[in-house]
């Protein structure tokens, strides 16, 4: 059996901040097909597809709204994706906060493994994002 994630699900409180953003972040970092269903009699969803699987976002519940990410609560800590090179971590550090995200800690090499490098960020609603290069 192949190991892989296919897909992860995001709910959102703000849709529209959340679509801009990931419509600019996916295509970036191996992402490059989008698919929405914003028809009412659907759910409303956008997904970004790669070789690797997809990401989608949905609006969360009405009733949730109010709830905001804390990555110490059950759940989702952070999604990190893989980064092909440092320099497009640091090209796209520089291009978060334009577009929606808020970089928490900069790009720099991290003590994880030999050679990591990566940016921390977060998305419109607090989730927490990784970008990361690893030498292979």
Request: hydrophobic residues 35%.
């Amino acid at each position: 059996m192949r190991a892989g994630v296919d897909h992860i699900i995001v709910n959102v409180n703000d849709y529209a901040a959340a679509k801009k953003f990931y419509s600019w972040l996916m295509p970036q970092i191996g992402y490059p097909q989008a698919m929405s269903y914003d028809q009412p009699d659907t759910d409303v969803t956008t997904g970004y597809f790669g070789d690797h699987g997809s990401l989608w976002i949905r609006p969360s519940d009405p009733e949730f709204r109010a709830d905001k990410f804390h990555r110490h609560r059950v759940g989702l800590c952070e999604i990190a994706f893989a980064a092909d090179s440092r320099e497009l971590i640091d090209d796209l550090a520089k291009q978060i906060p334009a577009n929606g995200g808020k970089v928490t800690d900069p790009p720099k090499e991290y003590d994880y493994l030999p050679g990591y490098y990566a940016v921390f960020f977060t998305d419109p609603d607090g989730l927490k994002l990784e970008l990361v290069h690893v030498p292979r």
